[in-house]
């Protein structure tokens, strides 16, 4: 069974007792000053409350929409841009990032189908448009998805 343990000496300070008069040091407005809306009992404005100015929450253009924090983003690559790779070539998201196609190694690859492909290429991607996957077959080449 466990022993109760008083907190340490300090630890503790004994709660301010407001309006119990002058000699208990908050007397007279209880911390409250003059009069006011601030000063009467009761709750007082609410958050935000301007005393009637214009509210800066008002005056605010209204933020529309969201983001989704869930979304994919990927570095666009047009398939006319695969032109620069020898025949025959492995092309990769670490081959297209040596080659400066692509900046950011955290996005995903999307090849697009933009412009025509000359020669044969394996291609691999996290994804295709139909367009580019037709084209890269249909030049001789094969298509990954990663």
Do not use: C
Request: charged share 25%.
């Amino acid at each position: 069974m466990e022993h109760y343990q008083a907190p340490s000496d300090g630890a503790t300070r004994r709660r301010r007792r407001v309006g119990r008069g002058d000699a208990s040091g908050g007397g007279s407005y209880s911390g409250r000053g003059i009069k006011g809306q601030k000063a009467r009992s009761g709750k007082g404005p609410r958050p935000g409350y301007e005393g009637g100015q214009l509210p800066l929450i008002k005056k605010l253009p209204m933020l529309r929409g969201f983001t989704n924090i869930f979304k994919k983003k990927f570095s666009l690559i047009k398939v006319e841009t695969l032109n620069q790779f020898p025949e025959n070539a492995q092309v990769t998201p670490e081959s297209l990032l040596e080659a400066g196609l692509v900046n950011n190694k955290k996005f995903q690859v999307k090849i697009l189908g933009n412009g025509d492909l000359i020669k044969p290429l394996t291609v691999a991607a996290h994804k295709f448009s139909k367009s580019a996957h037709e084209k890269i077959v249909g030049a001789g080449g094969v298509v990954k998805e990663l």
